[in-house]
């Protein structure tokens, strides 16, 4: 039998209510904290026991809550609990003594019934600002299961440190087809292996963006919809793989809403940490590795540098490629192992992680396809790209990077194969990974799309392009993803319509 890991207990206690964006103490606090606000406006026989019934919910709530976790969310709300309660506790204290009750006036009372308001209020519009993220429901026909693998290069040394034998290594994480798991197993923990390790993703991330931690502090509360190391799915299907970079100084959890969709689809995606690139790294034995890369703030010195980075991501991908091959030959034991169709791979990544995914198509001629999420094509566009391509943007604007849209024209015509640019309306730069689910729905941030729609449109447009290119699905690509979007493409010399590649191995 499964053990529960610390904290399950905990994650069903703090796990939020759809569409509430409040865990079940925390509504319970929220009403509480009402009730006590609005007993004094009600007939003296019903504020007594409104007021008893107010602090019978709200003081066990605050206790459970303090012992699983305050969000700063409810500060607001405890806060505008105690300015209620200090206008309607003293009447029932004095009546209790057999004392005449005194009321304030109500143009005294007023200020304080309405600072009050206020600050109760300001809780569920701060949850809903800055939520615990809830991931959506896979729709493929398979569970998701999760685990987290650590590979080191022998081949190649460590670039961001001088010590002459240290080797490159990366964390992956894995999210494959899965059995379905017994009702009440906990769901894998969003950001990290532990909860612990979620914090500190969390806020090395917020940090890059020079927000206070304690503002996303819901998301390393989040569960995902994969059960960690879920047993493989019966019937002895091979599963595509999926290689994801996330963008610059993002971590591989970036896009989990992304991999399960896919992995219910029946693909196995393998979404790299690149150490001193990500936010942060934590590795195996605890070391913590935090990002070396920084712009100069020069134009063209940042293009060099980020060509570098991404040269460095484009091998980070392939030797995970290599490490998946021999998974799958069965090296070592591994319920993975013959389970996995090597032989048709795609690349793809947000942002520069966008860019590492074209550099690697074009180095590494395993790759079956290429997806780029948003990003700026860093790096030599020699020599042309083999493989389908899929471009994935919001819409060109008068703000946007007048060198993106030529030079993303660019990588796509060097093509041999037949590229698509899908212009997707609505999005935001970080509509294309998880942020939509927890970042404030700010248009200039995350876009117009919703919390709902955001992820839907781009694992289903993922979907199309990987379904046909891939999987060799008969369809017109370019139809399918109308569906999305505005749809150009650029036929290569194998003209239109790609056939699906031939197994490797």
């Known amino acids: 039998m499964r053990r529960r890991g610390p904290g399950a207990e905990h994650g069903r206690v703090t796990e939020t209510i759809p569409g509430l964006f409040l865990s079940l103490p925390e509504v319970l606090l929220l009403l509480g904290a009402v009730a006590l606000l609005v007993a004094r406006r009600l007939p003296p026989a019903a504020r007594r026991p409104v007021t008893v019934a107010a602090g019978a919910v709200l003081v066990p709530s605050a206790l459970v809550l303090g012992v699983v976790g305050l969000r700063w969310q409810m500060?607001?709300?405890?806060?505008?609990?105690?300015?209620?309660?200090?206008?309607?506790?003293?009447?029932?204290?004095?009546?209790?003594?057999?004392?005449?009750?005194?009321?304030?006036?109500?143009?005294?009372?007023?200020?304080?019934?309405?600072?009050?308001?206020?600050?109760?209020?300001?809780?569920?519009?701060?949850?809903?600002?800055?939520?615990?993220?809830?991931?959506?429901?896979?729709?493929?026909?398979?569970?998701?299961?999760?685990?987290?693998?650590?590979?080191?290069?022998?081949?190649?040394?460590?670039?961001?440190?001088?010590?002459?034998?240290?080797?490159r290594t990366?964390?992956?994480?894995?999210?494959?087809?899965?059995?379905?798991?017994?009702?009440?197993?906990?769901?894998?923990?969003?950001?990290?292996?532990?909860?612990?390790?979620?914090?500190?993703?969390?806020?090395?991330?917020?940090?890059?963006?020079?927000?206070?931690?304690?503002?996303?502090?819901?998301?390393?509360?989040?569960?995902?919809?994969?059960?960690?190391?879920a047993p493989v799915a019966d019937g002895g299907e091979r599963f595509p793989v999926v290689l994801f970079s996330p963008g610059s100084s993002g971590v591989r959890s970036q896009n989990t809403a992304w991999a399960e969709e896919l992995a219910s689809h029946?693909?196995?995606?393998?979404?790299?940490?690149?150490?001193?690139?990500?936010?942060?790294?934590?590795?195996?034995?605890?070391?913590?590795?935090r990002t070396a890369t920084v712009s100069s703030g020069d134009r063209d010195k940042?293009?060099?540098?980020?060509?570098?980075?991404?040269?460095?991501?484009?091998?980070?991908?392939?030797f995970v490629l290599s490490r998946l091959e021999r998974l799958d030959h069965g090296e070592t034991p591994d319920a993975l192992a013959g389970r996995l169709d090597t032989g048709r791979a795609a690349v793809a990544g947000h942002s520069l992680g966008g860019a590492a995914a074209l550099q690697a198509a074009r180095q590494d001629r395993r790759f079956d396809a290429v997806i780029d999420l948003d990003g700026y094509p860093h790096g030599p566009t020699a020599p042309a790209l083999e493989q389908p391509a899929l471009a994935l943007t919001q819409e060109i604007t008068a703000g946007t990077d007048p060198r993106y849209l030529p030079r993303l024209t660019e990588a796509l015509e060097n093509n041999t194969a037949t590229s698509y640019r899908l212009t997707v309306p609505g999005a935001g730069h970080l509509t294309f990974m998880d942020g939509p689910l927890y970042l404030p729905p700010v248009p200039s941030i995350v876009g117009t799309l919703g919390r709902t729609e955001s992820p839907r449109v781009v694992a289903a447009a993922t979907l199309a392009f990987l379904d046909a290119t891939v999987r060799g699905r008969p369809g017109d690509v370019a139809d399918a993803l109308r569906a999305y979007g505005t749809v150009s493409s650029s036929a290569g010399a194998r003209g239109t319509a790609t056939p699906a590649p031939e197994p490797r191995g």
Do not use: N
């Open 75 to 167: 500060l607001p709300v405890l806060s505008g609990a105690a300015v209620a309660s200090a206008f309607a506790l003293p009447p029932l204290l004095r009546r209790g003594a057999g004392r005449p009750a005194w009321r304030a006036r109500w143009w005294l009372a007023l200020p304080g019934s309405l600072a009050c308001a206020g600050l109760i209020a300001t809780g569920p519009v701060a949850a809903w600002a800055f939520p615990v993220p809830v991931f959506p429901e896979p729709t493929g026909a398979f569970a998701v299961g999760t685990r987290v693998v650590q590979w080191t290069d022998p081949q190649r040394p460590e670039g961001f440190t001088a010590d002459p034998d240290d080797r």
């Open 170 to 229: 990366v964390v992956v994480q894995l999210w494959y087809p899965a059995r379905k798991s017994p009702a009440g197993v906990p769901r894998a923990q969003y950001l990290g292996r532990t909860e612990g390790e979620a914090r500190t993703v969390s806020e090395a991330l917020a940090d890059g963006v020079g927000l206070p931690g304690f503002l996303v502090d819901g998301v390393p509360r989040a569960r995902s919809r994969a059960v960690v190391d």
């Open 266 to 289: 029946g693909y196995l995606v393998a979404a790299l940490d690149h150490p001193y690139d990500s936010s942060v790294v934590v590795l195996a034995d605890g070391r913590t590795i």
């Open 302 to 318: 940042d293009a060099e540098l980020a060509a570098g980075w991404t040269a460095v991501r484009a091998a980070d991908l392939g």
